[in-house]
């Protein structure tokens, strides 16, 4: 089991940044692939980024290239995404998740752990 807790995430005017933080606990956190997603009010959840075990490779999603950076500290147990040039449609509840599988997958049934989720709000 890896339990994963999100922080981070509040209220920032459009332009703005936020970065935000994944805890891991439980099995070794490092031998998992982590990633980010995002669900919008009355919308599915949706791919933002994920990065490997090693911080080797890194992928995103179209809407935030160039403004989003995933990270990873694996002698933290931490994940990072940090978000700049936020803009109102980024508003959602941010999950992170663990895969214990190989490679980056932007598909959330790729994923076998999920935290509880953070709040970004993002006033225009």
């Known amino acids: 089991q890896v339990q994963l807790v999100e922080s981070g995430g509040g209220l920032v005017q459009a332009g703005g940044s936020l970065r935000l933080s994944c805890a891991a606990s439980g099995r070794t956190f490092s031998r998992y692939s982590m990633g980010w997603f995002r669900q919008a009010p009355g919308k599915g959840r949706e791919f933002v980024a994920a990065?490997?075990?090693?911080?080797?490779?890194?992928r995103y999603s179209d809407s935030v290239k160039g403004r989003f950076t995933i990270s990873r500290d694996n002698a933290k147990n931490t994940v990072y995404l940090q978000m700049n040039s936020l803009n109102p449609e980024d508003t959602a509840v941010y999950y992170c998740?663990?895969?214990?599988?190989?490679?980056?997958?932007?598909?959330?049934?790729?994923?076998?752990?999920w935290g509880q989720g953070t709040q970004v709000t993002v006033s225009s």
């Open positions: 990065i490997t075990w090693t911080g080797g490779s890194t």
């Open positions: 998740a663990a895969r214990s599988g190989y490679g980056l997958s932007p598909q959330v049934n790729g994923y076998d752990y």
